[in-house]
Nanobody
Framework: QMQLLESGGGLVQAGGSLRLSCTAS????????MAWFRQFPGKERELVAA????????LYAESVKGRFTISRDNAKNTVYLQMNSLKPEDTAVYYC??????????????WGQGTQVTVSS
């Protein structure tokens, strides 16, 4: 099991940018796919973006395509989510997930504690 620790959340104005980081420990990070999910109050977690172990393939939610970019640095055991042109509707708790693939939360074995992202209008 990997331990995942997110950082980089906070408060930003609409149109601004944030970069989330998720650092993994306790597993072989370079061999596993990673993802970012988000959860709105009262809603199920939804996939934001996912990336394969090599970084060769990525998957995005339609609502963030062209604004968010997922990337990884296997030497640092870290996956990133660069979020640009943020909108108030991006306000959510963002979770890092590992050892899985696809849009369903049930497909991922490891989860971080989450980091709050708040976008003010």
């Amino acid at each position: 099991q990997m331990q995942l620790l997110e950082s980089g959340g906070g408060l930003v104005q609409a149109g601004g940018s944030l970069r989330l980081s998720c650092t993994a420990s306790g597993g072989t990070f370079s061999n596993v796919n990673m993802a970012w999910f988000r959860q709105f109050p009262g809603k199920e977690r939804e996939l934001v973006a996912a990336i394969t172990w090599s970084g060769a393939t990525t998957l995005y939610a339609e609502s963030v395509k062209g604004r968010f970019t997922i990337s990884r640095d296997n030497a640092k055991n870290t996956v990133y989510l660069q979020m640009n042109s943020l909108k108030p509707e991006d306000t959510a708790v963002y979770y890092c997930a590992g050892r899985g693939w696809g849009r369903q939360t049930s497909r991922y074995a490891d989860w971080g504690q989450g980091t709050q992202v708040t976008v003010s209008s």
